[in-house]
């Protein structure tokens, strides 16, 4: 019998990490030319190894102005974000850092970090278009346990981007990987802030 998605997070939330031991192995691991997952290739190495950069970057200049502040202060349920990710994931390493800056800025979000290959169960749960896409937040109630809300694997506005793009051309070219990369620096993480805080409101 299949077990549903309540009890899969209640079985994973005592193995997920902090944000800090997952940049701490994403780390150790980008500096041992490995990744995380079953798959050790070049091209996985070398995602991961920009990607601890780029989160590097992102840990350091993420800026929130007032009002997101206020926002997350005026968010009073205790809830806890479980996010799907692996170190090779392109798009995970904009929104992780977001994701991690406003569980700091709030008492009452807890950020943790389960790998997808070590959680297939509970990431099929989550599909999105039928794919397991990455990274995927999971929302969760700390008093009840229930899902509350998921989000991922980007913003609504990278999303348009990717969809438009995809209808025009089939799939995603490595050169459009790069463009959404420029496009996610030009962005500062403000579209993931915007989905993120209307996920907030709609509780």
């Not at 009073?76 to 569980?103: F, R």
């Not at 990987?177 to 996920?199: A, M, P, R, T």
Request: net charge negative.
């Amino acid at each position: 019998m299949e077990k549903i998605a309540g009890e899969l997070i209640r079985e994973s939330l005592p193995t997920a990490m902090s944000y800090e031991a997952y940049r701490a192995r994403v780390t150790q691991l980008a500096e041992a030319g490995k990744s995380t997952g079953p798959q050790q290739t070049e091209a996985l190495t070398n995602y991961t190894q920009l990607n601890d950069k780029r989160m590097k970057r992102w840990d350091k200049t993420l800026k929130f102005g007032p009002e997101v502040v206020d926002a997350l202060n005026a968010q009073h349920k205790k809830i806890t974000w479980l996010v799907l990710t692996e170190s090779w994931c392109g798009d995970a390493s904009p929104s992780m850092p977001v994701m991690n800056k406003m569980a700091e800025l709030s008492p009452n979000i807890s950020l943790k970090v389960l790998l997808r290959d070590e959680n297939i169960e509970l990431m099929d749960r989550f599909l999105t278009d039928g794919a397991r896409s990455i990274p995927k937040l999971i929302i969760v109630d700390d008093a009840t346990g229930e899902t509350i809300g998921s989000w991922g694997p980007r913003s609504t506005n990278a999303t348009t981007l990717v969809d438009a793009y995809k209808q025009k051309h089939g799939e995603l070219t490595p050169e459009f990987k790069q463009d959404l990369q420029i496009w996610y620096n030009k962005d500062k993480g403000q579209s993931v802030v915007e989905d993120l805080l209307s996920g907030l409101r709609l509780e």
